[in-house]
């Protein structure tokens, strides 16, 4: 019986699946301790723009990892 996926496709799933959680990381923080006071670091860069892309690279990864097909084994299924 054949598996669905090779060893490739789970470290670039799991690679996918750091970067989101790197991405979430990213996004943590920059609150304030006192509520009556505004903290403008909540609107920087790391948050509002590299977090989210580190994220969709995330997701894009696992989509990558669930389609990947090794062509070798795609050679010998083929010849069957």
Known sequence: MNATFSKKNYY???AG???IGLGYLLMMGGGSEDPNVFNPEIFGTQRITVAPIVCLLGFVTIIVAIMWRDKS????????
């Open 73 to 80: 084994v795609s050679s010998v299924e083929n010849k069957k």
């Open 12 to 14: 670039i799933l799991l």
């Open 17 to 19: 699946i750091l970067l």
